[in-house]
């Protein structure tokens, strides 16, 4: 490479670099200036009262003002957002510059403060782009994590409090069970299963969309291997996916089932923990997780099986598309009659 090359690609870096540092800090600029723009409305229109004291028409008055005084086309709809933003995170250190109003704009419209803190965290630290926001909660992203919460288990005692899903500054103690959803939903294969169709096609679509679906997964996850062989001195196996996760420092094993949950499936699964166990983990390796993806299950199964003693075997469903927010509603409540039962 001449030293022409070498000076393009040297400054096309800089430029890059500096781009990229000027969008974020103008970004992080209005994002304050929006919160600010709300504490005032907030706080010198509405003298700090959560329902305003004055009509939309006002509103819509202050908004035309001020379109005409710093030329930028403000709207109605627009100061109720930034008044919206001061009151969902009322002390600005809240704030993550990373994301743009954009990403704040969706948040906004989610009611669960839990949540919104879980989507503005993980949207900031995963670097979400805000398609992927909107997928994640339209899809109950975190109502899944914290509905597979609810039901008992070694991972998580059943007398600790339901206080939803992991934060992002927690990971150093986060166990197994705090990445586990139920259901996965799996509406990027675009599927419409035929009669027929088999386990190693639902393997291959799942393998065709592997970023969407390690997306799904959460974070930290990384694929390894499908159909992985494991060989005793008398037999081989071999495992439909195999991933490992850098903050649990654990391989993943996972296996797919087209139909219901079986107690064999379950006693699979164990054997194969076991000897991945025996046969393949890494020294320093935490203990290894198993995960059978199926169709159905039944809870009850679940409950007396050896997955009620083992901390890392879990069942979990998938779905093929989006659920209704009336789907997750059922969802959430029937993991919380599932944890009142067992507790009962």
């Known amino acids: 490479m001449d030293s022409t090359h070498l000076l ?20 992080r600029a209005m994002i304050d200036a929006y919160w600010e723009i709300g504490r005032r409305i907030v706080q010198e229109e509405q003298n700090g009262q959560k329902k305003a004291q004055y009509g939309g028409s006002q509103l819509k008055t202050l908004a035309e003002k001020l379109t005409r005084e710093i030329d930028k086309n ?24 990373e994301l743009t109003w954009s990403h704040y704009k969706l948040l906004l419209r989610i009611e669960n403060d839990s949540a919104r803190s879980y989507y503005l965290a993980e949207a ?54 705090d990445f586990i959803k139920d259901p996965y939903i799996l509406d990027f294969l675009g599927l419409d299963i035929p ?27 990384a694929f390894v291997a499908r159909q992985y062989c494991i060989k005793t001195d008398t ?17 993943i ?40 993806l199926c169709a159905e299950k039944d809870d009850t199964l679940v409950k007396y099986s050896v997955m009620e003693e083992n901390k890392h075997l879990f069942a979990s ?6 659920p209704s927010e009336e789907e997750l509603s059922r969802e959430i409540q029937k993991g919380k009659l599932r944890f009142i039962d067992a507790n009962s």
């Not at 909660?137 to 992991?166: D, M, W």
């Not at 071999?238 to 420092?249: A, E, M, R, T």
């Open 235 to 251: 037999r081989q196996y071999y495992i439909d996916l195999v991933f490992y996760n850098f903050i649990l420092k654990a391989f």
């Open 124 to 177: 900031a630290d995963q670097t979400w782009s805000i398609r992927l926001l909107e997928r994640n909660i339209q899809s109950g992203y975190y109502e899944r994590i914290v509905t597979s919460q609810t039901l008992p288990s070694p991972a998580r005692s059943s007398n600790a409090p339901l206080t939803g899903a992991p934060a992002a500054d927690t990971q150093s103690t986060m166990s197994p069970g």
């Open 74 to 97: 403000l709207d109605e709809r627009e100061l109720r957002r930034m008044r919206q933003l001061f009151f969902a995170f009322p002390t600005r250190e809240t704030l993550r510059p």
């Open 253 to 292: 094993l996972l296996e797919l089932k087209l139909g219901s949950l079986s107690h064999q499936d379950i006693g699979q699964m164990d054997m194969y923990v076991r000897m991945f166990e025996a046969l393949k983990k890494i020294p320093g390796d935490n203990p290894t997780i198993g995960i059978i």
């Open 8 to 27: 393009i690609r040297d400054i096309t870096a800089i430029w890059t670099k500096a781009r990229a540092q000027a969008f974020t800090l103008v970004n």
């Open 317 to 322: 469903r998938y779905k093929f598309v989006l």
């Open 195 to 221: 009669a027929g169709f088999s386990e190693s096609q639902l393997e291959s679509a799942i393998l065709s969309n592997i970023h969407q679906f390690l997306l799904e997964l959460g974070k930290g996850f």
